[in-house]
Each structure stands twice: as C-alpha cells, then as structure tokens.
C-alpha cells in the first residue's frame, strides 16, 4: 500500500478497487446540470416562522462526534446538523448541492472535476477552500484512523486541486454514482487547521447549527449558525437531542410535548401517536432493512446446505407482521428493494418451508437437527422481534435458536462482526452503495466475510455501466448469486417512520434514513 501524502496532488493508490456508493438510478447523470441556483433548496413559503427550539429523541447514546469515525445513529445525526457535505441527498432523493455548486465527469467516468461554493466559513472563522476537501478525504483515507467508510472512498486514486474552488477526483475505475457516495455520514467536511483532539467531543463544521453541550448519553444542544451559507437559514435558532431509550417513555414525552419528534419510531408504537391529538406518523418508503448475518467463516454457517437450511426455515411473513407491525415488505436475502428498478422476480429464496430446511440440514450433517445461538438487541426498530419471530419459526424445522440480548453500545463494539450469528439493520441505500458496503470482499462491513471474486467483478461491472438495461442485467446474476449463496438473511424492508407533533414543519422521513433539519421550523407561537 503506497502512503498518500498531503500535496496539492494527493497520490491515493490502493491495492484493489473497493466499495463505492450510488444513489437513485434516474439520477445517475446529472451530468453538469447540478448547478445552485443560490436558493439552496427553499421550500418557498411566505409564511415560514423562524426561532424557537426543536427537540429531538434518540434512541440510542453518543460514541464520538469525529466524522470519519461516526458510526451509531445518534452520531451522525448530531453531525447532520453541525457539518456540510459536497453535496446531500433529500429527502426527495434529489441532490442538493453543499459545499460543491456543480459536478462534471470527463467522458468515460473515471474522472469528477468539482466547483466549490465560495464565501463559506467554517465555525472556527477559515475560510472553505479546496484544500480543506482535501485535508477531509486524506484523513477518512488514513489506514490509521480506520474509518469505517475508507474502503468505499478507496476508490479514490488522485485529489488535485485546480484552484481554491475546484477540485478533481481521479477514480480507480469508472464510476456513474461517484457524486452520490459524497452525501455519506462520514465524508463531512472539516477545516483544514481543525485541532483534532477536540473532534470526540466537539466539532468544527459549516453546517446550520453550532456545538454548544455535548453530553455524551444524555443530551446535545447546538444553536442557530448566524453566517450559514444558505441565506435566511436555519430557521430554528436550536435544536435539542435528548436521550430517552425506552419506546413507550419517548411516545409519553411526544404526546405531552415534551419533544417535538420522535427519529426511528417503532412500529408498534405508531397506532398510539398516529390517534393522539396534536401529534402525527410520517413514513416513507425505503430499502432500510432487518436480517440476520450467518458468519460464513466457521461452522456450522461455512456449509452453504446450512445456510439454506436457515434460509428455508425463515417466515419472512410471521417477522414483518411481528417486527414491521405488517409494514414494509418482505425481502429477499440481497438489499435490492422490489420498487427499485434493479430488482428482479427470477430468483427469489424458496417459501417458509420446515420440511425443506431438515432435508437439507441432514444432507448437511445434521440429521438430528442443530443448536445455535443467536445475539440481538434493541439495537434498531423491530430487532428484538425479528429475532423471537425467527425462533418460533425455525424450531419446527429442528433449529434450536438461543438468544442472547446485549445492550446496544456492548453490540456495535463488542459483537457484531465478532460472533457469527447476530442481528443487524442496515440504513437505506441504493445497490452499489448497499452491494459494496455489505458484500464486496475486501470491505470491512462484510460482516459475513463472504469472500466471492465474481460478485465483487459484477458489483465493479454494474458501476461503470450507463445503460439501464444493461446494469439490471448484472444486477440480476447478482441478486441470483446472493440468493443461492445465502451469505446473510435479508428478512425485511423497514418503512422510515418519524412521530412529530403536528406543528413541526419541515422535518421529513428521509428513505436513507438522516435527519435535515436545515429547513425545519415551528408552525407555533
């Protein structure tokens, strides 16, 4: 691996190509046409009130407000609201331009040229330039720091600025949705003479709103950006982030109007808020979605027999109704959604059928059935659930599921990606993002450590191609691979649902799963 070093031109190289991301195939080529029209993305209402507080729960504690490194729920959406990216998908999926006004490809896509919005401060008072997008990417790059989204940005070979306001991205490999992949949590951008030991619990961003408490599993505040580039925005002049773990606890203080909304509500609390007066149920559709990861690395999950055993004895049905209260739809071991275009029929995992699981658990070696142990946790909507609901529906099948429950911060650091049969979530995401963070060989959240040279070529395949006709094709033998292979079990599609008291404007369910609050206001007096 070659060090990059901190040039004007910033040599990147790795030794193979990893996961890039996409988003929204209608998107794909806007080319030059993502010009600002200095708006910013205005809703356009005469009779928008700014001022007032916004407060917000979270469901989960705080971890480190360092971008690169941000990985639990409540860490990015914190650093939503104090940074910037390039550019950020709404909740629409359009793409809103941030720190960059316009974007353009050379023509076989393996290169992005960049302008960049000028007269934007940082809330340290630096100007933003160019070089602070570079001095960003080089650290999420650093092997030292070990982002968790390094290898989807290692598809970086070259950073050269052209001037204070452009910059050139230089690709491994051809790439249609390299300008997509910008708008993730972890590619903030941070000013170039940022002090980074005060990034854990602090933070220095161009973002709407400004650090003022950070209490870490407790509370955040952060207060209105007076010089946001934006003009006239954020209307609010504060945003408040309260911590309050328990479901039924947030939908009190909802109701009574202790907080203004509630981020991730669960299904079963959504029938309570959608009949109380004075609050409401928003919900969009997404490829947010709930499974179970096989660790195909050790037994008895390196059997693919078993694993289709596993997948036989799955009732997707019996998990939506019992995880998603029957929202969402039932999914099919890969993150391709049935309403996105990519998605294919022709290879589907067979029906919930016990019988089918023990005939293939014998011919695995297990005649007599198997036992396993499987760890969960609160540690996303409908996870607790999926997991009772997998273990009633194997049992007849001679899978005897133990389940072991760990708190949500003892999950993240301390078992998933460790032991070999958990639960997981992952945020919604379009299939090459989706493909190359879950699945591609080299990436660090193949938590199954699945290891498939010709997927990883038809994942790189599917992102250089512009034809859509073409793309679905690939992405079809890719849907099939995963369902023959059954690396990990891909129950469900979570719809994205918010509680909001019903004078809260502006504060969408976006399908990827963030939280833009830039926008949002108080319909109150």
């Not at 890039?20 to 046409?33: K, N, P």
């Not at 973002?207 to 505040?221: A, D, H, K, N």
């Not at 992405?475 to 994205?496: G, H, M, S």
Request: charged share 25%; hydrophobic share 40%; glycine share 8%.
């Amino acid at each position: 691996m070659r060090e990059r070093t901190d040039r004007t031109i910033v040599s990147a190289r790795w030794p193979r190509l990893m996961a890039l991301s996409g988003l929204v195939i209608a998107l794909l080529l806007m080319i030059g046409a993502c010009g600002d029209d200095g708006e910013g993305g205005s809703t356009g209402s005469g009779d928008v009130k700014a001022g007032g507080t916004l407060t917000v729960t979270l469901v989960s504690e705080n971890n480190t407000l360092d971008p690169p490194i941000t990985l639990g729920t409540a860490d990015t959406l914190i650093t939503q609201q104090m940074y910037d990216n390039l550019l950020m998908i709404q909740p629409d999926l359009s793409m809103k331009p941030e720190l960059a006004t316009s974007w353009e490809p050379n023509e076989d896509l393996s290169s992005w040229t960049f302008q960049l919005r000028e007269g934007v401060t940082f809330h340290n008072g630096k100007e933003f330039k160019a070089e602070d997008v570079v001095f960003s990417f080089n650290r999420l790059l650093d092997p030292v720091i070990d982002s968790p989204a390094r290898p989807t940005f290692e598809v970086i070979e070259n950073m050269e600025i052209i001037d204070d306001y452009t910059i050139r991205f230089d690709l491994v490999s051809p790439s249609a949705f390299f300008p997509e992949v910008l708008s993730i949590y972890q590619a903030r951008i941070l000013p170039s003479n940022v002090d980074l030991d005060t990034l854990t619990l602090g933070g220095v961003g161009t973002g709407p709103f400004i650090l003022e408490e950070y209490l870490p599993g407790q509370r955040t505040v952060l207060s209105k950006n007076p010089d946001y580039w934006d003009e006239g925005k954020p209307y609010l002049d504060e945003v408040v982030f309260q911590l309050i773990p328990d479901p039924s606890t947030r939908a009190e203080a909802l109701k009574s109007g202790d907080v203004d909304v509630i981020y991730q509500l669960e299904p079963p609390t959504a029938p309570s808020i959608e009949a109380n007066p004075g609050t409401v149920v928003l919900e969009t559709a997404s490829s947010s979605h709930i499974g179970l990861d096989l660790g195909n690395w050790e037994a008895p999950f390196d059997n693919k027999k078993v694993r289709q055993a596993f997948q036989a004895a799955t009732d997707r049905e019996a998990i939506r109704q019992a995880a998603l209260f029957g929202r969402g739809s039932i999914a099919y071991d890969h993150p391709i959604a049935p309403n996105d275009p990519m998605f294919t029929d022709e290879c589907k995992p067979p029906d919930y059928d016990p019988e089918l699981a023990k005939q293939l658990l014998a011919e695995a070696g297990y005649p007599d059935g198997i036992e396993v142990t499987l760890y969960t946790g609160n540690v996303g909507p409908g996870m607790l659930e999926q997991s009772v609901a997998f273990k009633e529906g194997a049992a007849p099948a001679g899978i005897n599921v133990n389940l072991v429950q760990r708190p949500e911060d003892q999950f993240w650091a301390n078992t998933w990606l460790i032991e070999n049969f958990t639960v997981v979530y992952w945020f919604g995401r379009t299939p090459d993002q989706a493909l190359s963070i879950q699945y591609m060989s080299d990436s660090t959240w193949n938590a199954p450590r699945y290891y498939n040279d010709e997927l990883d070529a038809l994942i790189v395949k599917a992102r250089g191609q512009v034809d859509d006709a073409e793309r679905a094709e690939t992405y079809k033998q890719v849907q099939c691979i995963l369902v023959e292979d059954v690396p990990r079990l891909v129950t469900a599609f979570q719809p994205v649902l918010y509680g909001e008291r019903d004078d809260v404007r502006g504060v969408l369910p976006h399908p990827l799963g963030w939280l833009i609050l830039n926008e949002a206001w108080l319909d109150r007096e």
